[in-house]
């Protein structure tokens, strides 16, 4: 395993994050006793950075990521999440967050979490977000509940905007850096390598349209990115690369990012996510997936509250239909 610093809080975490969302089954049925075996698994393989929410699968992950990480809670950086409970239930008042991150702790067995973290901003009311929900986390962080405050969301812009505004250690951005996307880096990497904060990257496989097995149903996608995503799918196979692999690796090497954020389910699962660390660089492959990508690079959908859209949106997205037109709930991870 490789590890980085996650900017100012000068703690290390692996390269490789493990994604707990899929604990909760979002992406499909796990055991408890999968779950579990992959948390430990993952552990004894260097993963150190845990990522979780009361969100995934309704308090599922956090009751099982607990399980697993019972008589082994020093060994990791563990993060949460607050403000989101459900597909459509938000609450990001201080009252609510400080007494959910009460269950959360009780669900995850521990006394405190490393990080935690505003889950899915643009679905909230950024004035509240930033005048009571952070100083709020700040406050947990007082009484030694917390170690960072971090934000989480889709638009990037909105993510640098809100971290310009108010103190957070990390700031996660998911679905914008792999090989559908890379406007990332248009504004929120900048700022985030300025500004010294640590820099998540969640989604490598385009929250698993690059993995060639069967997408949920709440996947927020466009049918021409599902398509072009199962074009990169078959092209790796064709040459007889694995797809999550490629797709990992490419986040991997990104620079500025301390931490890829993986869904992880299974043993399998993280033994080829370990593969990824050396994969030789395949350029006529890499080539071929950018053609197959090109049309429909950086494609967004909706997601939160219209006012919440980020300013970056490409103008082409704006008209497009299947892109972005009704403020419909996404990110369901
Ligand atoms: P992802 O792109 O990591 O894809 C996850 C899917 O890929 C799952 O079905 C998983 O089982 C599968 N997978 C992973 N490795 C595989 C392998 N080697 N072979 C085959 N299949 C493999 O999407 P994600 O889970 O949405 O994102 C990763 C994590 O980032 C989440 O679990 C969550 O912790 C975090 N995240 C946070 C937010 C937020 O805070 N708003 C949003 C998205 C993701």
């Not at 008589?71 to 938000?90: M, N, P, S, W």
């Not at 248009?186 to 985030?192: M, V």
């Not at 199962?230 to 991997?252: K, Y």
């Amino acid at each position: 395993m490789r590890y980085r610093i996650l900017g100012g809080t000068g703690v290390e975490v692996s390269s490789i994050g493990f994604g707990a969302s899929p604990l909760g089954g979002v992406f499909g049925e796990v055991s408890v006793e999968g779950a579990i075996a992959a948390v430990h698994h993952a552990i004894d393989a260097g993963i150190n950075l845990f990522d979780v929410s009361p969100f995934y699968g309704k308090t599922l992950a956090e009751q099982r990521l607990g399980m697993g990480l019972a008589g082994r809670r020093q060994e990791v950086i563990l993060a949460t999440k607050c403000g989101r409970y459900g597909e459509d239930h938000f609450d990001f008042s201080a009252g609510t967050i400080v007494r959910e991150f009460e269950q959360s702790l009780r669900r995850l067995k521990t006394d405190h979490v490393d990080l935690l973290q505003v889950h899915d901003l643009e679905f909230g009311d950024i004035e509240q977000i930033v005048n009571e929900t952070i100083p709020a986390m700040h406050r947990l962080r007082e009484h030694g509940k917390i170690r960072f405050v971090g934000i989480t969301g889709y638009w990037p812009g909105l993510l640098a905007e809100v971290a310009a505004r108010a103190p957070v250690d990390t700031v996660l951005s998911y679905c914008h850096f792999n090989l559908m996307m890379d406007d990332m880096d248009d504004c929120l990497t900048p700022f985030a390598r300025e500004s010294h904060l640590g820099l998540l990257n969640a989604s490598p496989m385009h929250m698993g349209l690059l993995i060639g097995g069967a997408i949920p149903d709440w996947h927020p996608a466009p049918a021409r990115v599902r398509a072009a995503a199962a074009e990169v799918v078959r092209l790796c196979r064709e040459h007889g690369a694995d797809p999550a692999a490629m797709a990992l690796r490419f986040c991997l090497d990104h620079p500025d990012v301390a931490s890829t954020l993986v869904g992880i389910a299974s043993i399998e699962q993280i033994d080829g996510n370990l593969k990824a660390l050396d994969l030789p660089p395949q350029p006529d492959l890499m080539e071929a997936i950018c053609d197959a990508v090109a049309p429909v690079f950086n494609t967004v959908w909706p997601s939160g509250r219209i006012e919440n859209w980020d300013a970056t949106l490409r103008s082409t997205d704006k008209a497009s239909a299947d892109t972005v037109r009704t403020p419909v709930a996404a990110g369901r991870t």
